[in-house]
């Protein structure tokens, strides 16, 4: 894409009342733009990113046997009250709506109950699970405070999968299995060397522990201790002597950290399918509740911690595989020089090769086209001018780097 | 996919409640679960063919110029105030909600108002113009009836695109290229043959004309005039002598016809710029509002409109583009018998060619499968058994062919 078209424009200051790191960057470079606290548009950048996000987890849930569907945000009260979630008293953040003739609406906040609802009319034999269904939605949570960006916004796109199984072993299994489907993700996304899978408390669903993953980061809410030899931490609110034997795990080997939480996986045992009367008829006959699993990720605030964690002081830091281009093609020299012809050579054979490439074409001093290609963050920067003409190259650095370096042009297209 | 694996069952009712055709098939058939009225979620075949029309759509505004974006559904009163569309009184189909600190907050039916308010921080001159948006967003109206299935809900996707010109020419010029790519658009769906671009009244904008895109069908609300020779339509609104002299067209040429607005573009002139505070400097360095169109697709409304118009009485009949997969095999064989071992070599050697294949390899009987398979309406049904082994060939039929015809496995896959 050229950006003479790409209708952004960077920003020196992101809006006053924008606290968290993650938003400011995101706001100056053109990624998103904010509405109000907690709630963001994606502008043409930022939906890139999150459209890359989105496909890197939809690709590990297909694998683990995910079939993806859409629910609905318009939420009628009557499956919630089934469960008692509809109760402000009992759930304290949603958004409610009324319909024109005057019956109340929720506005989702998650969707255990309409998908439990759903899955009655398509389960009723222990031959139509296990059954793992997932959907990326946009979740609506009435926050009181909302200032960590788009990391902990009020209207955030989720991946929420939920599993459906014929008992507490099959669930397990399928509970081990997404665990490992998330760790890939996250390295996918290039968090991994920071994601921990992380013990956590069980809440009202289990006796046991359920499974955070967490990012380490200055900018995080949460505490957890670390054993970075066994690549496994424990959240700070099941940090006891007891829990650590249980675990296997050393006081001596642990580390305290700050960190964000990028996804979540835990049993839901039966307490939706029981409430709302989701059951199968087993082999012998027996009719038994379903028992069901949720794991969610949050693409917002994976996106958000790349930006917290990765960033550094002149802008944005992407990793290549959630980059919105590869390959940040700047030219300085006017259009119809020499040097310009050259770039635009470059340009057409990098987009030939399928290599997702923004092209600077711009009619604006290098100092500014340095400092925009250096906040939007994609991870290659080739710079094409008189001088690397001269030097029969293209001035190469990526974005992790101090210094550039002149490569010759198959030196250059070698690296792809 | 293997049938055995998707997680939807047909049903042989849909809920009684629903009186639109294309909600009844399409939950009869699995493809979407009803909320409740107006609200439906879209289960894995639904959503694969929600996503086959949002793709065309996409390629088709991307040729454009289009640059996609995405929106948020909770909105701040205070830009709609300023063009007075927050009040109930004026735009009455709003659901509201409220924050938790107490204040108004708007659920998006569209999305003007954002999007001039965000082009704020990136136009500022003539340079920064034509500029074309678009996003997928869900749209929210508080409809008092909705009784048309997913041609007019409550909660649906739709693709909006808006334009920002520096005058009426350069906005008339993309005015026409868009209406061109919508055409393109209704035949690459498989709509081409029974949709017309159609003269419909100006509405506030404009004292012109408007244009609707409107497909023929007896479930349509819409009353319009068809030439077909012209391949163009006049909407009953604007049917006058007057107009159609203008347009220059002859009453004795024209067709009543009752139609489904599956597309809308209009002019919406410097209203929301001129709200809004959306101006640029012109070469002469003078201040003007930008001059604004609107370009509306419902993704639903085309799902439910070619439901409506292309099905028949055994079922829904979906066009090859949008059909959520190219092939249902059907195999009639016993697990492991030489006919389900032949079957799965089939259905292996179409998903090796990428020839996306729903394989119903259920140890259903044959009538229920062949009743499913006409229900769900792929393309081409292959049927292997015992006698079409026989006859060293596959039994191959059209979803619109009455009677099936043996292939040859070469000609078979010479299909593709």
């Given at each position: 894409?050229?950006?003479?078209?790409?209708?952004?424009?960077?920003?020196?200051?992101?809006?006053?009342?924008?606290?968290?790191?993650?938003?400011?960057?995101?706001?100056?470079?053109?990624?998103?733009?904010?509405?109000?606290?907690?709630?963001?548009?994606?502008?043409?950048?930022?939906?890139?990113?999150?459209?890359?996000?989105?496909?890197?987890?939809?690709?590990?849930?297909?694998?683990?046997?995910?079939?993806?569907?859409?629910?609905?945000?318009?939420?009628?009260?009557?499956?919630?009250?089934?469960?008692?979630?509809?109760?402000?008293?009992?759930?304290?953040?949603?958004?409610?709506?009324?319909?024109?003739?005057?019956?109340?609406?929720?506005?989702?906040?998650?969707?255990?109950?309409?998908?439990?609802?759903?899955?009655?009319?398509?389960?009723?034999?222990?031959?139509?699970?296990?059954?793992?269904?997932?959907?990326?939605?946009?979740?609506?949570?009435?926050?009181?405070?909302?200032?960590?960006?788009?990391?902990?916004?009020?209207?955030?796109?989720?991946?929420?999968?939920?599993?459906?199984?014929?008992?507490?072993?099959?669930?397990?299994?399928?509970?081990?299995?997404?665990?490992?489907?998330?760790?890939?993700?996250?390295?996918?996304?290039?968090?991994?060397?920071?994601?921990?899978?992380?013990?956590?408390?069980?809440?009202?669903?289990?006796?046991?522990?359920?499974?955070?993953?967490?990012?380490?980061?200055?900018?995080?809410?949460?505490?957890?201790?670390?054993?970075?030899?066994?690549?496994?931490?424990?959240?700070?609110?099941?940090?006891?002597?007891?829990?650590?034997?249980?675990?296997?795990?050393?006081?001596?080997?642990?580390?305290?950290?700050?960190?964000?939480?990028?996804?979540?996986?835990?049993?839901?045992?039966?307490?939706?399918?029981?409430?709302?009367?989701?059951?199968?008829?087993?082999?012998?006959?027996?009719?038994?509740?379903?028992?069901?699993?949720?794991?969610?990720?949050?693409?917002?605030?994976?996106?958000?911690?790349?930006?917290?964690?990765?960033?550094?002081?002149?802008?944005?830091?992407?990793?290549?595989?959630?980059?919105?281009?590869?390959?940040?093609?700047?030219?300085?020299?006017?259009?119809?020089?020499?040097?310009?012809?050259?770039?635009?050579?470059?340009y057409t054979e990098l987009q030939q090769k399928g290599i997702e490439v923004l092209f600077d074409d711009r009619p604006t001093r290098a100092g500014e086209k340095f400092a925009d290609s250096e906040l939007i963050g994609i991870?290659?920067?080739?710079?094409?001018?008189?001088?690397?003409?001269?030097?029969?190259?293209?001035?190469?650095?990526?974005?992790?780097?101090?210094?550039?370096?002149?490569?010759?042009?198959?030196?250059?297209?070698?690296?792809?």
């Open positions: 894409m050229k950006q003479s078209f790409l209708f952004t424009k960077t920003r020196k200051e992101a809006p006053k009342d924008e606290v968290s790191k993650n938003a400011q960057l995101l706001i100056r470079a053109g990624f998103i733009h904010k509405e109000m606290a907690g709630v963001y548009s994606y502008l043409p950048l930022g939906l890139r990113v999150l459209k890359k996000i989105e496909q890197i987890i939809r690709e590990e849930m297909n694998a683990i046997g995910g079939q993806e569907m859409l629910m609905t945000t318009l939420q009628d009260p009557a499956i919630w009250q089934k469960t008692n979630r509809w109760d402000d008293a009992v759930v304290d953040n949603w958004f409610k709506t009324k319909l024109a003739t005057g019956s109340d609406l929720g506005i989702a906040n998650t969707h255990e109950e309409p998908l439990t609802n759903i899955l009655r009319n398509h389960i009723n034999s222990y031959k139509d699970m296990p059954l793992y269904a997932y959907q990326f939605q946009t979740k609506f949570r009435n926050e009181l405070r909302a200032k960590s960006g788009i990391m902990r916004a009020r209207e955030f796109l989720m991946k929420d999968l939920y599993s459906f199984s014929r008992g507490e072993e099959e669930f397990r299994e399928f509970y081990e299995k997404c665990a490992a489907a998330y760790l890939k993700i996250f390295d996918r996304v290039g968090l991994g060397a920071l994601t921990y899978r992380t013990v956590a408390a069980g809440g009202s669903f289990t006796s046991g522990f359920t499974d955070e993953f967490q990012t380490l980061s200055t900018a995080g809410e949460d505490i957890i201790y670390v054993d970075k030899k066994k690549k496994i931490a424990v959240n700070k609110e099941v940090y006891t002597d007891e829990n650590l034997r249980k675990l296997g795990l050393k006081k001596e080997d642990l580390v305290e950290e700050k960190s964000i939480e990028v996804g979540n996986i835990f049993p839901l045992g039966t307490k939706y399918s029981s409430a709302l009367g989701l059951v199968f008829i087993d082999k012998d006959g027996v009719k038994s509740p379903v028992v069901m699993g949720s794991y969610g990720i949050g693409l917002g605030r994976v996106m958000g911690t790349i930006v917290e964690t990765l960033s550094d002081e002149k802008g944005i830091v992407w990793p290549e595989a959630i980059a919105p281009f590869k390959v940040h093609l700047i030219s300085l020299g006017e259009k119809g020089s020499a040097s310009f012809v050259y770039a635009e050579k470059i991870p290659i920067r080739v710079v094409v001018s008189d001088k690397t003409l001269e030097k029969n190259g293209l001035e190469v650095k990526r974005r992790t780097e101090e210094t550039a370096t002149i490569f010759t042009e198959t030196d250059f297209f070698a690296l792809f």
